[in-house]
């Protein structure tokens, strides 16, 4: 069992920067991770993975704009978030999973609580 706690949301401007971390409960460093996002009214969308071989895909609608990486010595997890856009508010949630990541991977057994991101115009 993998408990995943989010931290770092917030409210910005458009424009701005937010940097969201997931710290895991257990060794990750073999798991393909990935953050997910909820607006309401929206169904969860993909947004980064980051695979054991280090392996990284984004969704379109952030390449260029938001990083993710992991720090395997702290069991963590980053996205960093710039020039934000109000379409990137939602509940930003991380996932972890022992199996591989492939393309538009969904089935993570682990999730975390979320943590909310507002961006304002």
């Known amino acids: 069992q993998v408990q995943l706690v989010e931290s770092g949301g917030g409210s910005v401007q458009a424009g701005g920067s937010l940097t969201l971390s997931c710290t895991a409960s257990?060794?990750?460093?073999?798991?393909?991770m990935g953050w997910f996002r909820q607006a309401p009214g929206k169904e969860r969308e993909g947004v980064a993975t980051?695979?054991?071989?280090?392996?990284?895909r984004y969704a379109d609608s952030v390449k260029g704009r938001f990083t993710i990486s992991r720090d395997n010595d702290k069991n963590t997890l980053t996205l960093q978030m710039f020039s934000l856009k109000p379409e990137d508010t939602a509940m930003y949630s991380c996932?972890?999973?022992?199996?591989?990541?492939?393309?538009?991977?969904?089935?993570?057994?682990?999730w975390g609580q979320g943590t909310q991101v507002t961006v304002s115009k």
């Open positions: 257990a060794v990750i460093y073999r798991y393909c």
């Open positions: 996932a972890a999973d022992w199996r591989r990541c492939y393309v538009d991977k969904r089935d993570f057994p682990y």
């Open positions: 980051l695979d054991s071989d280090g392996m990284i």
